[in-house]
């Protein structure tokens, strides 16, 4: 059983536990003046950022190095940060084309925790060791961390598991000398300050961890080659959308009209990389499948060693 005044004491001390003065009275403000108070109060996760930026490259190259291995970027975390953390791996597959496998979001207390709080889930070390251990993390994995208060035992149990079990980990949090910053390989703490409405850390807190989880995934994803310059050349055309996003990529890319675009993409299933070496270097949808497969699936890679061929 937690002691209620210890616990007082812990969060006390935390930057996102503090009352801000100057929204004493935020309930005597006119409406106005409340989003004006909101959009004052989120510039201040810019400023958080860019003081974490040195940390938040090291989770990046992390997370890119156990990705070239052929690991997972595995997200974990109770409450909005574990909710951010299923946001951010579920949108990975039509983005970047990866497997659902390949980033995933793993909260405390389970699916049903995605929708409805599931009452102390986040206090339990053991269930996060438990999660870890089921999802069957090894040495070529990269698990994060997430949680404002950088204490929450679930988390921090989920950590100790994955560092015992080879995985590199990355701690999220937005609170200085956080235990999870000690807990995990690389520490990421964006101190974003008392929010607006004191203690509600789904709110800057939870700004900040949305912009990190964007920028590891993201920048992770452009470090394995499953981008051609800012394009998503690895995109998964799974609607017309996509599809029209794919052939404006293919024209784009290789100075080609719509149809020749159209008639690369439909020969590549609708995979842009292979009809952009199509397009560019004359090759059969076979050849260009080959060519990528020799590049490590890296698009300008297999350009330049197609060159010769044009």
């Known amino acids: 059983m937690v002691d209620?005044?210890?616990?007082?004491?812990?969060?006390?001390?935390?930057?996102?536990?503090?009352?801000?003065?100057?929204?004493?009275?935020?309930?005597l403000m006119t409406t106005p003046e409340?989003?004006?108070?909101?959009?004052?109060?989120?510039?201040?996760?810019?400023?958080?950022?860019?003081?974490?930026?040195?940390?938040?490259?090291?989770?990046?190259?992390?997370?890119?190095?156990?990705?070239?291995?052929?690991?997972?970027?595995?997200?974990?975390?109770?409450?909005?940060?574990?909710?951010?953390g299923i946001l951010d791996a579920s949108e990975i597959p039509p983005t970047f084309g990866e497997p659902p496998e390949r980033v995933v979001?793993?909260?405390?207390?389970?699916?049903?925790?995605?929708?409805?709080?599931?009452?102390?889930?986040?206090?339990?070390?053991?269930?996060?060791r438990a999660d870890i251990a089921r999802a069957g993390i090894g040495p070529d994995d990269c698990v994060v961390g997430l949680t404002a208060s950088g204490r929450t035992p679930y988390v921090l149990g989920a950590i100790a598991e994955a560092r015992e079990r080879g995985a590199a980990t990355i701690g999220v949090s937005c609170n200085p000398h956080s235990e999870l910053t000690?807990?995990?390989?690389?520490?990421?703490?964006?101190?974003?300050?008392?929010?607006?409405v004191a203690g509600s850390t789904r709110l800057k807190a939870g700004t900040a961890q949305k912009i990190v989880l964007n920028t590891i995934s993201t920048?992770?994803?452009?470090?394995?080659?499953k981008t051609y310059g800012n394009r998503m050349v690895d995109v998964r055309a799974t609607n017309e959308k996509l599809r029209a996003r794919?052939?404006?990529?293919?024209?784009?890319i290789a100075d080609v009209d719509p149809s020749v675009a159209r008639r690369a993409l439909a020969d590549t299933g609708w995979e842009v990389k292979p009809a952009i070496l199509m397009c560019m270097r004359g090759l059969t949808a076979d050849a260009a499948a080959r060519a990528l497969a020799g590049s490590g699936g890296r698009l300008r890679e297999a350009l330049d060693r197609t060159r010769e061929a044009v």
């Open 4 to 27: 209620l005044d210890d616990l007082r004491r812990q969060l006390a001390e935390l930057t996102t536990e503090a009352v801000d003065p100057e929204f004493g009275e935020l309930d």
């Open 182 to 196: 000690v807990a995990a390989d690389v520490g990421v703490e964006v101190i974003v300050g008392p929010e607006l």
């Open 105 to 128: 979001g793993i909260i405390a207390g389970g699916e049903t925790a995605i929708r409805s709080a599931v009452e102390n889930a986040e206090d339990d070390v053991a269930a996060g």
């Open 219 to 225: 920048l992770a994803m452009v470090r394995i080659g």
């Open 34 to 84: 409340l989003v004006a108070a909101m959009i004052d109060s989120n510039r201040q996760v810019t400023d958080a950022l860019v003081a974490a930026s040195t940390d938040l490259a090291r989770a990046v190259d992390a997370a890119a190095e156990r990705m070239q291995r052929g690991g997972r970027l595995v997200y974990v975390g109770a409450g909005t940060p574990g909710r951010l």
């Open 246 to 252: 794919g052939v404006r990529m293919v024209m784009g």
